[in-house]
């Protein structure tokens, strides 16, 4: 792993900057996402790109997850990221260390010492080099993570320059668009949860289907009876059909069968 400052960075003209007027225009609305993957793609040749803002008060927040290439599991593994792995994020130990200044981290699949996390969000994805550029506002922590798969190799030093060049101007675009819109035209995750339960089983009533979110979600059997207005032994009964109509027993398998 190598951290970088931003202030060290060369300032030299990069392919960045000329994207960064149509991002503005764009900022708050559903054309910002594949727009800021494409200005990614377009400078660095980064394949997928994944935005979240971190607070000390509330869980994280995938503000984006996109892709330019065939990884069309990117967003679920976004989803799976916030709900088991960003604390093994190695970004994690750098986030008091920037004061303010954006700044960046390199990662390998080789660094990153969860191997569940290793292989779910590198090894299956093909992902060979990740590039994070964080920088704080106020009480939150933005990042904008760019990954090249085996395809593209790893990252030149002329992309980490040209990234770094425009750090600042990226978070600022990324603070802005979360303030903008909370979920950026994205659904939120019980209802990508949903979204994918539909595509297992397209026959899966509505009800099973918002437990079953629910559960993915972290929530427990009395949180989701409250938050949906039944009984927890309704939520139990939902439960358990659901689990029979997908042919599992237990909430890890209904993870491994969403999250795949």
């Known amino acids: 792993m190598e951290l970088l400052s931003y202030a060290d960075a060369a300032r030299a003209h990069d392919p960045v900057r000329s994207h960064i007027q149509r991002l503005i225009e764009l900022v708050g609305t559903p054309r910002f996402e594949p727009e800021f993957v494409k200005a990614m793609s377009d400078a660095t040749r980064s394949e997928h790109v994944t935005a979240y803002a971190f607070s000390p008060h509330a869980p994280p927040r995938l503000l984006f997850a996109g892709t330019n290439g065939p990884l069309p599991a990117a967003k679920m593994r ?153 009984s927890v032994n309704t939520v139990l009964t939902y439960r358990k059909r659901a689990y029979g109509r997908l042919k599992i027993s237990c909430q890890n398998e209904l993870l491994r069968l969403i999250l795949n």
């Not at 590039?131 to 992309?159: C, I, K, P, W």
């Open 78 to 230: 976004a989803v799976k990221y916030l709900a088991q792995y960003w604390r093994h994020d190695p970004a994690s130990l750098f986030e008091d260390a920037h004061n303010g200044n954006a700044m960046a981290l390199r990662t390998l699949p080789q660094d990153i010492d969860d191997s569940l996390y290793r292989q779910d969000c590198y090894t299956s994805l093909r992902i060979t080099d990740r590039f994070t550029v964080m920088q704080r506002n106020g009480e939150h922590s933005y990042r904008v993570n760019l990954y090249r798969s085996g395809r593209g190799g790893r990252f030149a030093q002329s992309d980490v320059d040209h990234i770094m060049n425009s750090a600042d101007l990226l978070v600022a675009l990324l603070v802005k668009h979360g303030a903008t819109d909370p979920f950026n035209g994205q659904k939120p995750a019980p209802q990508l949860f949903q979204d994918r339960l539909r595509l297992i089983e397209p026959n899966m009533p509505t009800r099973e289907a918002e437990v079953c979110a629910a559960i993915m979600s972290g929530m427990t059997s009395e949180a989701i009876a409250l938050h949906l207005g039944i």
